[in-house]
């Protein structure tokens, strides 16, 4: 589609026009409602963006099963799926075991689902998400490891957002020669790191995350936090005993 084409929906009650282009398809839209209210009317017309891979269209169902039970606010383009093995029951079964649990905001976007096209990760250049980190959730990672205790993400979508906010928080420590800055910098920012083998994690100690596509930046991410010859271990393990791989598929507890 050309800068300038527009397309209609529900006969007419929603209409977007392309505005600009970039990398891999990549289109930007303005979007406008006969009635004024964009949100409504994609809410009665839109579908769930179920992944690709999945080979079929969204049922009425997905509209609850493919959504965390943490969500409360619009914004993602898809679910952070590792939080979709959790349920009322198993929270309050942590929470009886004293297990802290404290929430941030993950716009999901294209950083999550670009494949790596180059054939060097280094020469990826990933798509920025943004994210949400509360004052209150950025005091309990640090006073957890203050206690030396675990940090677990759930996702790699977290993963990169908090290591994103720590590595801004070091900048700022080293840019700030009037004291320490906190482990996590608090506040809405947008998370461009390209985690990588290498990579120095600084807010993360455990991971529990899907079984990814190969050619992701979320398998190298894995790789980066467990390293490759585990990770391809796990793999071997789940293709032979067949694990359910993907969104709708099993997770695994890195530690």
């Known amino acids: 589609m050309r800068v300038g084409e527009r397309v209609e929906f529900g006969g007419g009650e929603l209409s977007a026009e392309v ?3 970039g990398e891999y398809g990549l ?3 303005r979007l406008a409602a006969k009635g004024g209210d964009v949100n409504q009317a994609l809410e009665r017309l839109g579908h769930i963006p179920l992944p690709p891979y999945l080979h079929r269209e969204d049922e009425p169902a997905d509209r609850e099963r493919y959504q ?10 898809a679910a952070p799926t590792a939080g979709l093995h959790f349920s009322p029951a198993i929270i309050e079964r942590l929470r009886r075991r004293n297990i802290e649990m404290a929430a941030i905001t993950l716009d999901v976007g294209l950083g999550t689902f670009q494949p790596i096209h180059e054939e060097e990760i280094e020469k990826h250049r990933i798509h920025s998400e943004r994210y949400v980190i509360p004052e209150k959730t950025a005091a309990a ?10 940090i ?14 720590a590595e801004k928080a070091a900048f ?3 840019g700030n020669a009037g004291g320490a800055a906190p482990l996590i910098q ?4 947008e998370a461009d790191i390209f985690i990588k083998p290498g990579h120095t994690f600084r807010a993360v100690d455990q991971l529990l ?3 990814h596509l190969p050619q992701s930046t979320l398998l190298v991410l894995v790789s980066a936090f467990a390293g490759r010859e585990l990770v391809l271990r796990a793999y071997r393990h789940a293709v032979e005993t067949e694990y359910r791989f993907y969104s709708y598929g099993d997770c695994m507890w890195i530690r």
């Open 27 to 29: 289109r930007r839209i």
């Open 68 to 77: 965390t039970i943490f969500a409360d606010r619009p914004g993602a383009v």
């Open 186 to 189: 608090p506040g809405t920012a």
């Open 209 to 211: 995350t899907n079984f």
């Open 19 to 21: 505005i600009g282009r």
């Open 141 to 150: 990672i640090c006073k957890a490891r203050s206690d030396a205790r675990p």
């Open 152 to 165: 677990l993400a759930v996702g790699t979508t977290v993963v990169r957002a908090l290591e994103d906010a």
């Open 172 to 174: 700022q420590e080293a």
